[in-house]
């Protein structure tokens, strides 16, 4: 079965960092893409970042460029999201996305796992 | 950046209905417009990649169309777990990857 599953959500001070993690199964991961989006409470979806298969091209939404890191693991089939300088705003479900590269799907977010909360409190 | 602008945010409809969502993008997106159904506490849900192309397994009353910058999802006969909120998204350009700002599908 083709999954996604993340963790590493939780309560955090305004200021503070946390690393969330999501886990591949089911699928030759490094042949696909990643993202992240999230969702704040009662909000829309909202893109934050993706990175290649072979990590060579990343990408950042505006909102947080120079707070969060994205990275993947291949060996633990397993895309990272370590938040730095947490904001209020940065509240939300936190979902992570597989884009395919090839194939009719390609570029579309086909499978998503099932999020992680944020609370950023101060 | 690549605008998306959907409406209507909110469409109340009775089962089934035929129900139109519209999203109209600030540039062309080459058919790189996909659709996603998101119900309560659940990840979003791929429904049409490529404008037009009906994921796997997703019922065929949901179809969708391109005209140009304005996209258009349409589902025929609404069925009770149709009730949803449903996002357009561009994924021509990563500048960044925009979603439209959502369209809540209620029971009328």
């Known amino acids: 079965e083709v999954r996604l599953v993340e963790s590493g959500g939780g309560l955090v001070q305004t200021g503070g960092s946390l690393r969330l993690s999501c886990s591949a199964s089911g699928f030759t991961f490094n042949n696909y893409g990643m993202n992240w989006v999230r969702q704040a409470p009662g909000k829309g979806l909202e893109w934050i970042s993706y990175i290649s298969g072979s990590t060579v091209t990343i990408y950042y939404a505006d909102s947080v460029k120079g707070r969060f890191t994205i990275s993947r693991d291949k060996g633990e089939a397993s895309v990272f999201l370590q938040m730095n300088t947490l904001r209020a705003e940065d509240t939300a479900v936190y979902y992570c996305?597989?884009?395919?590269?090839?194939?009719?799907?390609?570029?579309?977010?086909?499978?998503w796992g099932q999020g992680t909360m944020v609370t950023v409190s101060s | 950046d690549i605008q998306m602008t959907q409406s209507p945010s909110t469409l109340s409809a009775s089962v089934g209905d035929r129900v139109t969502i519209t999203c109209r993008a600030s540039?062309?997106?080459?058919?790189?417009l996909a659709w996603y159904q998101q119900k309560p506490g659940k990840a979003p849900k791929l429904l049409i990649y490529k404008a037009s192309s009906l994921n796997s397994g997703v019922p065929s009353r949901f179809s969708g169309s391109e005209s140009g910058t304005e996209f258009t999802l349409t589902i025929n006969s609404l069925q009770p777990d149709d009730f949803a909120t449903y996002y357009c998204?561009?994924?021509?350009?990563?500048?960044?990857?925009?979603f439209g700002q959502g369209t809540k599908l209620e029971i009328k």
């Open positions: 996305a597989r884009e395919p590269l090839a194939g009719p799907t390609a570029y579309a977010f086909d499978i």
């Open positions: 540039q062309s997106l080459s058919g790189y």
């Open positions: 998204q561009q994924y021509n350009s990563y500048s960044p990857y925009t």
